[in-house]
């Protein structure tokens, strides 16, 4: 399969924990997002990369919120000192560099209790 | 500041039945617009891909139109089954913006 990876798929922990999420985009795809989607609503933008350079953050992402795309492959996103209201499902997204058609992964879902 | 609304937010219909999800956008300078399904608790999957230069877009049964001025996209869907059953979002990207902007979806049950 050459879609969209990301793991894990489902991530439950405690408030305060730490947690860490990864995507591979699909090869050769230049373009990175990652984007949260809570229970009855669209997703929403996080932050986007083009190959391993950081271009975008919306200020939905906190100081708690960290994203990396070392070498320009994978990414990870990482939510420090989490809180109940973090639960949703995180979603990554890849396109190629001449292209605008994104193509989403399954998705993790963060349950903080 | 972008805001993409879907009308109705929920929609049953009988198998076999054509219909039509609404979508509409506040800015009309937008690059181009997609459409997507979604599956309970999954990912989503990419259907249509509209430019900004182009009318209409078709796939099987799915046909979505767009309208820049009016700030509307239309996503038809003809001979309806059970298995089209999912959630179904637009999403418009506008200028030199990266993301996506996406409505709150329409969820489509089909009865068999």
């Known amino acids: 399969d050459t879609g969209v990876s990301q793991d894990p798929r489902h991530k439950i922990t405690k408030r305060g924990q730490n947690v860490t999420f990864r995507c591979d985009p699909i090869?050769?795809?230049?373009?990175l997002y990652w984007y949260r989607q809570t229970l009855g609503q669209g997703p929403e933008f996080l932050t986007y990369?083009?190959?391993?350079?950081?271009?975008?953050k919306s200020r939905l992402l906190s100081d708690r919120f960290s994203a990396e795309r070392p070498k320009g492959s994978f990414s990870t996103l990482e939510i420090q000192r989490t809180e109940q209201g973090d639960s949703a499902m995180y979603l990554c997204?890849?396109?190629?560099?001449?292209?605008?058609?994104?193509?989403f992964g399954p998705g993790t879902r963060l349950t903080v209790l | 500041k972008q805001e993409v609304t879907q009308i109705p937010a929920a929609l049953s219909v009988p198998e076999g039945e054509n219909l039509v999800l609404n979508c509409s956008f506040t800015?009309?300078?937008?690059?181009?617009l997609q459409w997507f399904r979604q599956d309970p608790g999954k990912g989503l999957t990419s259907l249509l891909l509209i430019q900004s230069s182009q009318r209409e877009q078709t796939s099987g049964r799915l046909n979505a139109s767009l309208d820049k001025s009016s700030g509307r996209s239309t996503l038809y869907i003809a001979a309806s089954q059970p298995g089209d059953s999912a959630t179904y979002l637009c999403a418009v990207r506008v200028g030199s913006a990266r993301q996506l902007t996406f409505g709150s979806g329409t969820q489509l049950t089909v009865l068999p």
């Open positions: 997204a890849s396109s190629p560099l001449e292209y605008n058609e994104q193509f």
């Open positions: 800015d009309s300078a937008i690059y181009n």
């Open positions: 090869s050769e795809h230049n373009r």
């Open positions: 990369f083009q190959n391993e350079a950081q271009l975008e």
